[in-house]
């Protein structure tokens, strides 16, 4: 064993002294990270692509690949709330994803004018304990000049396309909304 160490002891690799592991480190931590790849510039027919993608896999939306066209400090409205920042529109989408048992979007028109693109949808919720839920709606998302969506806003009837849902009860909204509101 003593002929094999002293063999291989001219081919041990001298360790350099802690200073110079200290400035590569450094070194190496100063360095920008490689950049992310950038998302394509949204447009009518990006939209739709991503959009499509992610309400239609077995059920359970998935929204990672359409996050990076948010910004970090984006602004989310509809008829239930208002969220500011990716990380709370995240854990909105996660909480609808959640309450959920299957979650469909079909998109309809998808249109452009300067910097706002707007998509008309049908998205169907089916809930664990009521029937599926369509409810027509539209976004209209606000782009940033850097291209990724600054604002999104989200159009929908809520309790009227619920409550057409719901026997006998359906028809009384719409006749009280006609009545007061036609």
């Known amino acids: 064993m003593a002929g094999l160490l002293s063999r291989m002891e001219p081919e041990l690799v001298k360790i350099p002294p802690a200073r110079y592991l200290v400035t590569i480190m450094r070194d ?7 950049a992310a790849e950038a998302p394509p510039r949204l447009d ?5 692509e991503y959009w499509s993608r992610t309400y239609n896999t077995n059920g359970k939306p998935d929204w990672s690949h359409i996050l990076p066209f948010y ?6 409205k509809d008829s239930i709330q208002r969220v500011e920042g990716i990380e709370a529109f995240t854990a ?4 609808l994803t959640g309450r959920c048992k299957e979650l469909r979007m ?23 304990k009521f029937p599926s839920t369509p409810m027509q709606g539209c976004s209209v998302l606000t782009l940033h000049e850097d291209g990724r969506i600054a604002s999104q806003r989200d159009y929908y009837d809520l309790w009227g396309d619920i409550f057409d849902g719901i026997p006998r009860f359906g028809k ?3 006749k009280f909304m006609l009545r007061y509101f036609g």
């Open 92 to 95: 909105l989408c996660e909480r």
């Open 28 to 34: 190496q931590i100063d360095q920008p990270a490689p």
């Open 71 to 76: 910004r970090p400090d984006l602004v989310f």
């Open 172 to 174: 009384a909204y719409r």
């Open 44 to 48: 009518p027919a990006t939209v739709r």
């Open 106 to 128: 079909d998109l309809g028109n998808v249109t452009m004018d300067g910097n706002v693109i707007c998509m008309e949808w049908t998205m169907t919720m089916m809930f664990r």
